[in-house]
């Protein structure tokens, strides 16, 4: 008799552990009291009320609204799937020009046996981009940075990480972030941006720490294919990597310069507010069309090409829409304050450094459901600045405490869009993120408690 075959546990698919995540939060809204906040307006703004918390009736989501919730996401982001959707026939095109990859040839060629410069470079440039603020759009920088990763050695969680990590250095400091430390220096009434001084450092030694990170994985690959976290794996979206063959030529340097004009361009919109639903996404076809007309496309190719790269993001486009059905469900059933206000509940009356610590933490627990940066700041700001009054502790560290918790965890729920957009173009399933990236996270976390309890010692104020 042959040996009955040992059956291995297989990691569901993406979309299948969003659907047991939905039907969790579905069920939730039958076991978690509803309760709600009551809104005032500070500076301006609505924020909640520290003091009025009450529970309200129950609201539970049936069966059938929590699914008529997950299509309902294509809605609700039909400005961020518009977006990826078309970014990515875009970059189908410039890549198909080459132009990315000779370039990329010469200065994998230049830097490929220093990483310790070029695996910094090319973080700092997406933590400058996370510290003024650019998350959504990050998205639109995937299909580039997985040429990049490929290139530099590695595979598609170095490409998808070059961008998250990056993003969440800038975004935790949150130098000159508006969706985050704006807003929530608004609440409490601070000077927009001030105390950016600590912010800054604490993304320099995140942006460090995670230098280090990607320079030791790119290493191991290189020196053990079998060792990348990837290795077999099926579906991967596949960058070119034999680019030191591609041959320079005038019309690639001049597709090139086209393209570095174009995400010039693209930056600038990304910091003083274009619409991500439309004047980005313009840009980059524009780019593209100016990049393929260059490289002596025919429109024929231009739009074959722009097509073969649109179709890559469907299923981008669905794990957006689905995380966003998820958020939908969790506020239908309005249990979004009532686990604000138990994790606010669980850390008064306690020492400052402990209180602090407490807000932190549940910052990144509030996160995990609640990822949208200026949702969080109006729904918690409000109490931790009550918290923050009577513990002696200031308004600025209570801004940065709610910094850290708002950006870490982004890393690892998968009601982030941003999260599941750029492994979901990549073709990275969750669980291999997670495991590549778990032990970082938890370094970042550290040092964001690190500059918690930093803040607190110095009575970090509006210097």
């Known amino acids: 008799m042959k040996q009955a075959e040992k059956k291995h546990f297989r990691v569901p698919h993406q979309l299948i552990i969003m659907l047991i995540i939905a039907g969790l939060a579905t069920l939730a809204t039958y076991l978690v009291p509803a309760g709600a906040y009551d809104t005032v307006e500070i500076n301006g703004r609505n924020a909640i009320d520290a003091s009025s918390f009450h529970y309200i009736d129950q609201t539970p989501v049936s069966l059938w609204k929590a699914f008529l919730a997950l299509p309902g996401g294509f809605s609700k982001q039909v400005s961020i799937i518009a977006m990826i959707t078309m970014i990515a026939g875009s970059i189908g095109v410039i890549n198909e020009t080459k132009c990315i990859d000779a370039s990329i040839g010469k200065l994998v060629s230049r830097y490929k046996d220093n990483l310790y410069i070029i695996v910094p470079l090319l973080l700092g440039v997406f933590a400058i981009l996370g510290t003024m603020g650019i998350n959504t759009p990050i998205i639109a920088f995937v299909p580039i940075a997985l040429i990049l990763g490929y290139n530099l050695g590695g595979d598609a969680l170095v490409g998808v990480a070059l961008v998250l990590l990056g993003e969440i250095c800038g975004q935790a400091g949150g130098a000159f972030c508006t969706s985050s430390t704006a807003v929530a220096q608004g609440l409490v009434g601070l000077e927009i941006f001030s105390g950016w001084q600590l912010r800054i450092a604490a993304t320099v030694v995140l942006w460090a720490v995670g230098s280090l990170f990607l320079i030791r994985y790119v290493r191991r690959i290189r020196k053990d294919p079998t060792k990348s976290y990837l290795y077999g794996a099926e579906g991967l979206t596949v960058g070119e990597t034999n680019t030191e063959e591609l041959e320079f030529t005038t019309r690639r340097k001049c597709a090139l310069a086209a393209f570095l004009a174009g995400f010039v361009v693209i930056v600038y ?87 602090a610590i407490g807000m932190y933490i549940s910052n990144l627990l509030i996160n995990f459901v609640l990822c949208s940066s200026s949702s969080q700041a109006t729904t918690v700001i409000p109490i931790f600045s009550g918290v923050g009054d009577v513990l002696h502790m200031t308004q600025q560290s209570v801004v940065q405490t709610f910094n850290f918790g708002d950006a870490f965890t982004n890393l690892l729920t998968p009601v982030s869009s941003v999260l599941m957009g750029c492994i979901g173009y990549a073709g990275v399933t969750l669980d291999k993120w997670i495991r590549f990236a778990w032990k970082i996270i938890g370094i970042f976390i550290l040092i964001g408690a690190a500059f918690v309890l930093l803040g607190v010692a110095i009575h970090y104020g509006p210097f």
């Open 269 to 355: 919109g990304a910091t003083h507010g274009w619409s991500t639903a439309d004047e980005i996404p313009a840009v980059f076809m524009l780019t593209a069309v100016a990049c393929g007309l260059i490289s002596g496309f025919t429109p024929d190719q231009i739009a074959k090409e722009f097509v073969k790269g649109a179709k890559t993001m469907t299923g981008a486009a669905l794990v957006v829409a689905f995380a966003t059905g998820i958020n939908t469900i969790l506020s239908s059933g309005n249990i979004i304050h009532t686990i604000v206000h138990a994790m606010a509940s669980l850390f008064e009356g306690g020492s400052v450094y402990v209180s």
